[in-house]
């Protein structure tokens, strides 16, 4: 139980473009949604958190207007890189909590080129 | 600002071997600990959370302990498997639901 699907698993998009990564929360409702990145053998650092039918809240350093954050419904939230550029290539997951702990996506490796 | 550390950042052992995974952070006020499993380019398995109130978990050949005031954690493995081998990650949740990730111990059991 508590599993939170993300999609897709890997992405290769050329510069400029968007790209849309999913994350579903299969068995129980997700009114909250973080959003983290990681880069190679570093730490996943924390961009946002998304709520349910209100505004994601990001941290400091962290483009909203690049990074678009969705959480429309009890089970979805996604986020959106927008005009992506080789250095936003990373690691993205995202996790929700559950059962006094959290529990994360498999993640999504994002190429730009 | 709460800071984790995690020490060593890689381990080699061989098979069987039991080892210990260091853990520490510089705020003591936290809700819990969560220690991770991170297998290459794939996401995070939970494997013990502890809370602030308790001084350890166990699950399977896995050992968690919490010395909140002292900002320390130590994840035991016994009796290592190949199977082991990824990455661990601890982290603490602090007020706000923000979690603080350590940086891993690279784990590698050869056989």
């Known amino acids: 139980g508590a599993v939170v699907s993300q999609h897709p698993s890997r992405v290769i998009c050329k510069s400029g473009t968007s790209v849309k990564i999913e994350c579903r929360s299969l068995d129980f409702q997700a009114t909250t949604m973080f959003w983290y990145r990681q880069f190679p053998k570093k730490s996943l650092m924390l961009m946002a958190t998304?709520?349910?039918?209100?505004?994601?809240?990001?941290e400091q350093g962290v483009e909203k207007d690049k990074f678009l954050i969705n959480h429309a419904s009890l089970t979805l939230s996604t986020l959106t890189v927008t005009s992506a550029h080789p250095e936003d290539s990373s690691f993205y997951i995202c996790s929700a909590p559950r059962h006094a702990g959290y529990t994360f996506g498999s993640g999504t490796r994002l190429t730009v080129v | 600002k709460q800071e984790v550390t995690q020490i060593p950042a890689a381990l080699s052992v061989p098979e069987g071997e039991n080892l210990v995974l260091n853990c520490s952070f510089t705020d003591s006020a936290i809700y819990n600990l969560q220690w991770f499993r991170q297998d290459p380019g794939k996401g995070l398995t939970s494997l013990l959370l502890i809370q602030s109130s308790q001084r350890e978990q166990t699950s399977g050949r896995l050992n968690a302990s919490l010395d909140k005031s002292s900002g320390r954690s130590t994840l035991y493995i016994a009796a290592s498997q190949p199977g082991d081998s990824a990455t661990y990650l601890c982290a603490v949740e602090t007020s706000g639901s923000r979690l603080t990730f350590g940086e891993g111990t690279q784990l590698t059991v050869n056989p």
């Open positions: 998304s709520n349910e039918g209100s505004k994601a809240t990001y």
